[in-house]
């Protein structure tokens, strides 16, 4: 029922007969919304003072429930400032890991964490980052400060850092799904958006996830600019890279054309998913999605296991391996998709970003 709901949210127009349904949500929105307004304006005057880190701290963020691409776009950054020898540490508040009495998902060699402690993203990162420290927890100066006190680092990065404004940033990076936009424009919980539009203000740059064709974005981007008219627009998108299994099992792209697949996610956007699997010449047999950030059963292994009958492999995504790996699947192989961000303007991009160095 829970995902029924956020679909029905997800949509950019709803008939009539739903939004009948959804008042009593506008109700609770308002409060929710004022609260929000009026946590903003108390750190806009400094009544809220933000703490300011001795380094560059670039903010990756959205301001809309669900999956815009915030884990990818974090190791894509990562990955690219180190390349351009500018090494980074990710902060991270661990959404829905149990916590541990250390905030240290990796120490860029080791991951010292499992997924259940740190959360699906930090662990998701630090199994794909080698050499970039990641650390868990809410209060994000001090996990900062102990990163620039133990590792040669030049700056940090928030993962899902838009409304943690407890922590000055040098840079506001904040992701669109181009798909999705802000639904229609509700705050919680009868929308998505997590902030009145006009909090798009504080964003230094913007970036549109999920791009196939940038043309196609134009009706979106002539909005945020009569938004926040100062604020560059860059666009991304996924490419798939193959399969690849939690023992580390890899099946290149070029074996994919023509197999069967189960695809199966507990993510916030499915549709997507089952497009980049399409897109890489798979057969999708079934689709079963989960809520996101689901925890997978013994239940629902049994569902799955009985809906692959048909297919080659079952796929999901890398979050949810994690979770589905550890349940011991054997027939068909479980695997994972391998997706890489890429921006489309990567240079002018990266310009920007190297702006706060």
Same mark, same amino acid.
């Not at 008042?23 to 809220?48: A, D, H, K, M, Q």
């Not at 669900?66 to 974090?74: A, F, I, N, S």
């Not at 054997?330 to 002018?348: N, Q, S, T």
């Given at each position: 029922?829970?995902?029924?709901?956020?679909?029905?949210?997800?949509?950019?127009?709803?008939?009539?007969?739903?939004?009948?349904?959804?008042? =009593?949500?506008? *109700?609770?929105?308002? =409060?929710?919304?004022? @609260?929000?307004?009026?946590?903003?304006?108390?750190?806009?005057?400094?009544?809220?003072?933000?703490?300011?880190?001795?380094?560059?701290?670039?903010?990756?963020?959205?301001?809309?429930?669900?999956?815009?691409?915030?884990?990818?776009?974090?190791?894509? *950054?990562?990955?690219?400032?180190?390349?351009?020898?500018?090494?980074?540490?990710?902060?991270?508040?661990?959404?829905?890991?149990?916590?541990?009495?250390?905030?240290?998902?990796?120490? @860029?060699?080791?991951?010292?964490?499992?997924?259940?402690?740190?959360?699906?993203?930090?662990?998701?990162?630090?199994?794909?980052?080698?050499?970039?420290?990641?650390?868990?927890?809410?209060?994000?100066?001090?996990?900062?400060?102990?990163?620039?006190?133990?590792?040669?680092?030049?700056?940090?990065? *928030?993962?899902?850092?838009?409304?943690?404004?407890?922590?000055?940033?040098?840079?506001?990076?904040?992701?669109?799904?181009?798909?999705?936009?802000?639904?229609?424009?509700?705050?919680?919980?009868?929308?998505?958006?997590?902030?009145?539009?006009?909090?798009?203000?504080?964003?230094?740059?913007?970036?549109?996830?999920?791009?196939?064709?940038?043309?196609?974005?134009?009706?979106?981007?002539?909005?945020?600019?009569?938004?926040?008219?100062?604020?560059?627009?860059?666009?991304?998108?996924?490419?798939?890279?193959?399969?690849?299994?939690?023992?580390?099992?890899?099946?290149?792209?070029?074996?994919?054309? @023509?197999?069967?697949?189960?695809?199966?996610? @507990?993510?916030?956007?499915?549709?997507?998913?089952?497009?980049?699997?399409?897109?890489?010449?798979?057969?999708?047999?079934?689709?079963?999605?989960?809520?996101?950030?689901?925890?997978?059963?013994?239940?629902?292994?049994?569902?799955?296991?009985?809906?692959?009958?048909?297919?080659?492999?079952?796929?999901?995504?890398?979050?949810?391996?994690?979770?589905?790996?550890?349940?011991?699947?054997?027939?068909?192989?479980?695997?994972?998709?391998?997706?890489?961000?890429?921006?489309?303007?990567?240079?002018?991009?990266?310009?920007?970003?190297?702006?706060?160095?």
């Amino acid at each position: 029922m829970s995902w029924r709901i956020d679909k029905i949210l997800y949509q950019k127009e709803k008939p009539f007969w739903v939004q009948v349904l959804l008042f =009593p949500l506008t *109700l609770l929105s308002l =409060p929710y919304e004022w @609260g929000v307004r009026i946590r903003t304006i108390l750190y806009s005057i400094n009544l809220w003072k933000s703490k300011r880190l001795p380094c560059p701290v670039i903010s990756v963020g959205n301001i809309t429930v669900g999956g815009t691409g915030k884990t990818p776009l974090v190791i894509t *950054l990562a990955k690219g400032l180190m390349s351009r020898g500018i090494p980074m540490a990710i902060l991270s508040r661990g959404y829905k890991g149990k916590g541990s009495s250390k905030p240290w998902v990796s120490d @860029g060699k080791t991951v010292l964490l499992s997924p259940e402690e740190s959360g699906d993203e930090p662990f998701q990162m630090a199994k794909a980052l080698k050499g970039i420290p990641i650390l868990i927890g809410k209060d994000r100066f001090a996990n900062g400060q102990l990163a620039l006190q133990r590792f040669d680092i030049r700056g940090v990065l *928030l993962d899902d850092g838009y409304q943690h404004l407890q922590l000055h940033r040098d840079l506001n990076i904040l992701l669109i799904d181009s798909e999705i936009g802000f639904g229609d424009h509700h705050v919680l919980p009868r929308g998505i958006l997590r902030e009145p539009l006009e909090h798009l203000h504080r964003a230094h740059l913007f970036l549109l996830t999920k791009v196939e064709d940038p043309e196609n974005c134009r009706p979106l981007e002539k909005m945020l600019r009569e938004i926040h008219p100062s604020s560059p627009v860059f666009h991304s998108h996924y490419e798939p890279q193959g399969l690849v299994g939690s023992d580390g099992e890899w099946v290149g792209l070029q074996a994919l054309k @023509g197999k069967k697949a189960l695809a199966v996610s @507990g993510i916030a956007n499915p549709a997507y998913f089952s497009l980049l699997l399409r897109k890489c010449g798979l057969e999708i047999v079934r689709e079963m999605f989960f809520p996101d950030h689901h925890r997978f059963t013994s239940k629902n292994l049994i569902a799955i296991e009985k809906e692959s009958k048909e297919a080659d492999w079952i796929v999901t995504t890398e979050k949810d391996i994690v979770k589905l790996g550890k349940m011991r699947i054997v027939h068909p192989p479980l695997l994972a998709l391998r997706i890489e961000m890429k921006i489309w303007e990567e240079e002018e991009f990266y310009k920007k970003i190297l702006e706060v160095f």
